[in-house]
């Protein structure tokens, strides 16, 4: 079993930039592609971004492209989205999931452990 505990959430402006953590603890997390997915109220839940087991492969959404970047720190356990340039149709619950293999994945079903998410939201 994986644990997964994101943090980095929170309210800012149109524009401004947050990074948000995701911790794992339990099996290790670092032979395995990491993504970020987010979800709005009544929205499905979206891909955002994904790396690969060693950070060499990244792959993002084209609503985020450019302006958020994944990264992972594997002697942490911890895999990072930093978010730049928001705007408010980020706001959403975003969560980070662990891959079922060792690459990048864009699917929901490719992903078998999630954590609960972290709020974030962008006034106008």
């Known amino acids: 079993q994986v644990r997964l505990v994101e943090s980095g959430g929170g309210l800012v402006q149109a524009g401004d930039s947050l990074r948000l953590s995701c911790t794992a603890s339990?099996?290790?997390?670092?032979?395995?592609?990491m993504g970020w997915f987010r979800q709005s109220p009544g929205k499905e839940r979206e891909f955002v971004a994904t790396i690969s087991w060693n950070g060499g492969r990244t792959h993002y959404a084209e609503s985020v492209k450019g302006r958020f970047t994944i990264s992972r720190d594997n002697a942490k356990n911890t895999v990072y989205l930093q978010m730049s340039s928001l705007k408010p149709e980020d706001t959403a619950l975003y969560y980070c999931?662990?891959?079922?293999?060792?690459?990048?994945?864009?699917?929901?079903?490719?992903?078998?452990?999630w954590g609960q998410g972290t709020q974030v939201t962008i006034s106008s």
């Open positions: 339990g099996r290790t997390s670092s032979n395995n592609g």
């Open positions: 999931a662990v891959a079922r293999g060792a690459f990048s994945a864009t699917e929901r079903s490719d992903y078998n452990y």
